[in-house]
């Protein structure tokens, strides 16, 4: 089983649309998770870490599940700068914030 | 905003030759990181590094392998001989602490292209 799985996508919307993605891990033993944004043959950047709570940041909204392992990221209002992939990504305490990602979820925001 | 800078942008060798990838982390971080990503796949860790030495590594990271901090702003990973399946995007990462909560932030990569 992957350690962290995604639906590849693509998703395709349409500008101002909600969009959701859903990540799940298989490792009980992570303790903090993230959502990155990768565009096309670039480097991940930090979108947002997601806490137990759940939490929001403008337009996204991030949240996570501990008991069924899984990790979802809401996109509202979609603008055309969101095409992007997604990636979400756990840690592990006491590994040194070794990060583990997932392989990310394509989406295509289009007019 | 600080940032992790990494040179050179794009690389091309030789299978079998040396290869040297740069990265200057954040000034005030003390935990970095080289992650790769092979064209189409998924970004895969590789090293962490905190206070001159591997605090771990993966199994990719045998022993054709090796980081190092030459000075205080520096962070190297060396190829000795290269493989053409390392051709990839290597990316450095740094934090400012080593908790798992801490976010790492990532250079712009270098691309590897072995011949």
């Known amino acids: 089983r992957k350690e962290v799985e995604q639906d590849p996508g693509p998703f395709n919307v349409p500008e101002g649309a909600t969009v959701a993605f859903n990540c799940t891990y298989s490792?009980?033993?992570?303790?903090?998770f993230f959502w990155y944004r990768q565009d096309c043959r670039k480097e991940p950047k930090l979108l947002m870490s997601?806490?137990?709570s759940g939490n929001e940041d403008g337009r996204f909204t991030a949240q996570l599940n501990r008991a069924s392992q899984y990790i979802s990221l809401l996109i509202r209002d979609s603008k055309l700068s969101d095409s992007a992939t997604y990636l979400c990504?756990?840690?592990?305490?006491?590994?040194?914030?070794?990060?583990?990602f997932g392989a990310g979820t394509r989406l295509a925001v289009h007019p | 905003e600080p940032e992790v800078t990494q040179t050179p942008s794009h690389q091309v060798t030789q299978m079998g030759q040396e290869v040297i990838l740069r990265c200057v982390p954040i000034s005030n971080h003390l935990y970095f990181y080289w992650y790769r990503q092979i064209l189409g796949q998924k970004v895969e860790f590789l090293v962490s590094f905190y206070n001159n030495e591997i605090s771990e590594k993966s199994e990719i990271f045998d022993d054709q392998f090796s980081v190092e901090r030459p000075d205080g702003s520096n962070f190297t990973l060396k190829i000795r001989s290269t493989k053409l399946e390392d051709s990839a995007m290597y990316f450095c990462a740094s934090a400012g602490r080593g908790y798992s909560n801490q976010p790492q932030h990532f250079g712009d990569g270098t691309r590897l292209s072995i011949l």
């Open positions: 997601v806490y137990s």
């Open positions: 490792n009980s033993a992570s303790q903090s």
């Open positions: 990504v756990v840690a592990f305490s006491g590994g040194y914030n070794k990060l583990i």
